[in-house]
DNA sequence: AAGCATAATGAAAACGACTTTCATAACGAA
DNA sequence: TTCGTTATGAAAGTCGTTTTCATTATGCTT
């Protein structure tokens, strides 16, 4: 538990800000995110809250919800996919990402300013980016030098 | 065309270096990737090369042989799907991307030796990275001002 | 030029992650 | 408690991409 303790009034503030809603559903998910110790996938935020199989989608909404009110940080995985992480509204970070067993490590590098700047001098507006490293962490290492 | 010349002799070079063929579609399919003044999407590339719809298959299949060989890189768009376009093996750059219209600029700014540095520190291994910036660009702004 | 192993193609279906539709249920302000 | 709005559930749909498997083409070897 490495959140701050008032992270989750700060979250309910936002969410009763809006037009949304705090449903049973939604405190379960928002309590499996708080307790998730890395950015998960939908179906493995649906089986740490205990929600059925065919919450999926319920999952899937409630996180765009809440990506909306700012809560929620997408991070894209090589192939397909993405994990859903709970941050505070501007915490600007990116990912190192396991592509085996998708355990990230926070990435506080980045080059937003250079990067948002030499898109204005090319005219580009409404500018976001996209960072992740990926690579196998320690503990999905091919084995090496064995008999394999 | 901003291609050096030899750059299609050496990607020939490259394909029948491995077990890979050329064929009259992939013949059909490099030559529309050099006409390409941009990244493409497969369909928009199978139809650069005037083939048939059905043939959307064997652009997929050519792409990832092609790429198997270094010479063509992959640009994730924002919500699904990725651009392809024709690099020489070892040219490593990033893009800017309109969301809208899909060009792309090129962005020769990257992190990669910090990044990969400290991915490695943490324990990872055969590292990469994703990075590309999206934005609108000047012909795809929203009419602002206006009557709308 | 034939033979032949291997790679490429075509059609069709499958895939995976998500999104949509539409009817029903639940929320929460009045 | 009423009521407008938002959330949910079931089921099907979407989109880009991949797989399967039978058929055809390529290009190295004679």
Chains 1, 2 share one sequence.
Not at 61 to 87: D, H, K, M, N, Y
Not at 113 to 133: D, P, S, W, Y
């Amino acid at each position: 538990m490495k959140r701050a303790k008032g992270f989750l009034q700060r979250i309910i503030q936002a969410i009763k800000r809006g037009p949304l809603r705090m449903t049973r559903k939604r405190e379960r998910l928002l309590g499996a995110l708080l307790a998730m110790d890395r950015p998960v996938s939908a179906a493995a935020l649906r089986d740490k809250a205990g929600l059925p199989e065919s919450d999926l989608v319920t999952v899937y909404r409630t996180l765009e919800a809440f990506e909306g009110v700012g809560i929620i940080q997408r991070i894209p995985l090589e192939e397909s996919g993405c994990l859903f992480e709970l941050t505070e509204p501007d915490d600007h970070h990116h990912h190192f990402v396991c592509r085996e067993c998708h355990r990230t490590e926070r990435l506080d590098l980045c080059l937003a300013i250079e990067l948002e700047e030499q898109a204005r001098k090319l005219g580009f507006t409404q500018i976001n980016h996209l960072m992740e490293v990926y690579g196998l962490c320690e503990d999905c290492q091919p084995a090496a030098a064995s008999g394999d």
